[in-house]
């Protein structure tokens, strides 16, 4: 009996898709994610290049490539994907940050020369593009300190609630905000207009639910999956994290602030949210996969481990693109606490 539920826990995440080339695009990229779990970078080069030939590389894959061709010294594949980086608007200084400056040092003089030559790919609408960055800077305005979000509240939220009127009547116009359309955040992996869609959601009566938009656009290939899943859960004005990644977490209107002093005081901000764990049930995790595997996504079980090597190798993003959303699973002591629940259920 527990062979058989292991086996329903198990299945290939492949096996809902209706999309043959992002089907085989998704399975090639598991692969290569395993791969790199396993430190066999040279297999997962390949599997990256083999899936760049059933769909073009999302940001976050370009990455991870580049990332993998500079551990196993393969130059030019390098360079090639840091080549789609650059054509869709990453700042050069993303490479020199962080991990990745450590990964990229010994060819940062190549990369910096390649940032100078490559030139935006064709198929990026400028103008959409510079609307939607305008829109991002003017949500960061009042962002910048805990003060200030609560004493332009009110403002802020107008903000969120005017930059998702007008990010959908830019959908409607142009279409989904996708990697060759609009092109990755200038500091970041992932869509350029996350930041709009997710705030929207904070606080009572949000403008727009995204949600139904961003699945589709994952169904249809212009979304990356890993980071879709987090948008689809965050822009659902509901903040329920429980569809692909077991997290729930709730809005809290009222949260306690602890002072300097040690006391505590109530504040009220829209832009609080309390994560709490449940223990989780062998449902849970069948309904979770079920769902994973409508998107093409792996299993949870596979995920977790990707996020276990992620967490002590922090070059790679084997998770959503988006660094503020962590990985998908909420902070690190969330994914311990569930990682122990899940091995208690399933006994893997």
Not at 126 to 145: A, C, G, N
Request: proline content about 2%.
């Amino acid at each position: 009996m527990k062979s058989a539920l292991l086996f329903i826990l198990i299945l290939p995440f492949f096996v809902h898709a209706n999309n043959p080339s992002l089907k085989q695009y998704y399975q090639l990229i598991h692969h290569a994610e395993m791969s790199i779990v396993k430190n066999d970078y040279g297999a997962a080069l390949k599997y990256y290049r083999d899936a760049g030939k059933h769909h073009y590389l999302f940001s976050v894959d370009l990455h991870n490539a580049a990332v993998v061709a500079a551990k196993a010294k393969v130059t030019k594949d390098l360079l090639f994907f840091c080549k789609g980086l650059f054509e869709r608007g990453l700042e050069v200084s993303y490479l020199n940050s962080g991990e990745d400056s450590l990964v990229f040092a010994p060819y940062q003089k190549q990369i910096l020369s390649l940032s100078q030559q490559v030139p935006m790919l064709k198929s990026i609408n400028r103008k959409y593009r510079d609307e939607i960055l305008d829109m991002v800077r003017r949500d960061q305005q009042f962002l910048k300190s805990t003060q200030m979000r609560k004493q332009y509240a009110d403002t802020i939220k107008k903000i969120f609630d005017a930059n998702a009127k007008r990010l959908l009547e830019l959908i409607d116009q142009y279409g989904y905000p996708s990697d060759e359309l609009t092109g990755i955040p200038l500091g970041g992996l992932g869509c350029v207009a996350h930041v709009i869609m997710m705030h929207q959601a904070f606080g009572s009566n949000p403008v727009y639910d995204f949600s139904d938009l961003v699945k589709q656009a994952v169904l249809q290939g212009k979304q990356d999956n890993r980071t879709g899943s987090v948008l689809y859960e965050a822009t659902s004005g509901v903040r329920n994290y429980n569809q692909f990644s077991l997290i729930r977490g709730r809005y809290d209107s009222a949260v306690q602030i602890q002072r300097a002093d040690g006391s505590y005081v109530q504040e009220t901000n829209t832009l609080y949210t309390h994560w709490g764990i449940e223990s989780i049930k062998m449902e849970d995790i069948q309904q979770c996969n079920q769902r994973r595997a409508e998107w093409y996504m792996d299993t949870i079980q596979d995920a977790f481990k990707k996020f276990m090597y992620n967490s002590e190798n922090k070059a790679f993003i084997l998770g959503n693109a988006n660094a503020g959303l962590t990985i998908g699973f909420g902070n690190y002591k969330d994914f311990l606490h569930m990682k122990n629940n899940l091995q208690a259920v399933t006994g893997l």
